[in-house]
């Protein structure tokens, strides 16, 4: 079943990409074949008596042609990169890599240039990593210059969930969810919502520190009530889940769950609106939990490389024009007149959530339709905010935001495609790629992504190479910078004195945390033996 679901998976991506018209082609069947997904996505060869592939005929399909159709690369790679099959490496695997690179996250991100510090930082990361990387990885050390860290987990795909997977991949390195989340506890009678959150407490702990490469998440799914052969946007689920995670949340004895999500995502915005005539301003203020942001220059884009997140947030915020048939009604003057409008945030979440704004409506199709526009992705982006209270300064603040995860939606079709995600671990600073079940390092962090402080210097130096956008980045996790250096802090701290000192504190969930930890050491024990 695992192999027909990896297969199935595989055809669904090719035929958002209209790849398949050649193995189509070559069907033996007289009658003309149209391969149909849950999402809408298909292919057919033209003929008069056109037929839907669906059930069995699929299942058929998939298993006659899985052989033909190019991999999506779900092979395992080892901790050398080479493709293994997988029957006997179910085990977390482990990689190499450079300490400078760590040294410098640390010191950038993290302890804030303190060599003691940083110093300190390091130990500890080693300290914690040589408990969770598998046998024989513990026993062989490491290379000059080289730390062995351990790898995340992958996570199966059950048909077409790797929208699931990717959401859960991001989630899994956002330190204060998951801390938030570990201290739930069920009150009362076990209910639907109850089945959900202790299923998600269990993947993100196993996905955070159990022993395994790969992880199924069914039983979430079952819990979800999901159609795993339907596709859903990754963004919209994450809304969905949140509100009714925060409505079991707000039913807990705990009250600091009630606060959770909202100290973590939820933002304040104003639009204020300003009256040409008697210079009048309204307002009117709003929450987000995300932002919409357009693509800018869609149809003028002449740059080859792309335009970047920073100059479409920059445009997002840029005062709008109110005049003629747009005019404004102003109470004041008890009349339409002409009016500036402007979108200011008044406060900031940790964690901002950007979605590109890459669906839009083809007026001439009358249907959805993806944006190929290439953007690039900044490392660091400044994030305006003017609070009420410094409404009168001529000046706005920008607050110093890192990039920490990327979903990306692979494929051309609006209704179709595959999504994975580029996440980077906050605490050690490497970026992973996660493709379902394969995990792979990103060595130099996202393709499409640039640091904006040091690319004018190294390009002066001739040692910038030039970066080009990215036509698959859809949305993007920002982490305020002082937020991500606490939450590593206290996630590093604390994961220590759980491991190596047994310190289980039910105040922090840890408890949880323990049952995987035994699951961790014996089945490692079994692997020496």
Known sequence: ?????YNAAKIRYLISNGELSNLLDGEDSDDSVTLKTQVGACVSRPSDNNKHVTGAEFANLVRRHWSEIPSLGLEKDDSDGKKTGGLNNDIRRSILVDCDKTRIHASKFICNGEEDTVERYCEMINSCQNDLIPPPSNDSGSEDGKTRISMPPGLRNLGA????????????????FVHGLFTWRQDGATNRMSQVLSHMQSILARMKYGPLSVICTNEFATALNLENDEMQDPNEFARLLFDRMQESFRKSSDYRL?????????????????????NGNSERQETFMDLSIPIVDVEANLADDGVDVQRCLDAYFQPELLVGDNQYYCSTCAKKADASRVLVLEKIPPVLNIQLARYVFDIATFSKKKLATKVKLPRTLAVPTKPAGERGSATTAAAN?????????????AHGGHYI???????????????DEKVSVLREGPKSS???NASNKTAAKGKCAKVVGS??????FYVEQKYLSQRSKIELKSTVDR??????????????LASIDVQRIERYKCERE
């Open 161 to 176: 969930t790797c929208y699931l997977n990717s959401q859960l991949q991001c989630l899994a390195q956002n330190l204060g």
């Open 471 to 476: 036509t698959d980045a859809y949305n993007l």
């Open 499 to 512: 491991i190596q000192n047994g310190m289980h504190t039910i105040d922090s969930g840890d408890e949880i």
């Open 421 to 435: 995600a580029d996440v980077l671990d906050w605490t050690t600073g490497v970026w992973y790629e996660f493709n």
């Open 1 to 5: 079943m695992d192999q027909y679901r």
């Open 401 to 413: 935001y890192i990039l920490c995860a990327v979903q990306n939606h692979l494929g051309t079709s």
């Open 450 to 452: 640039f640091d904006p």
């Open 258 to 278: 009630e606060n959770l999500l909202p100290s973590i995502f939820r933002g304040t915005s104003a639009y204020i609106t300003k009256c040409h005539e008697c």
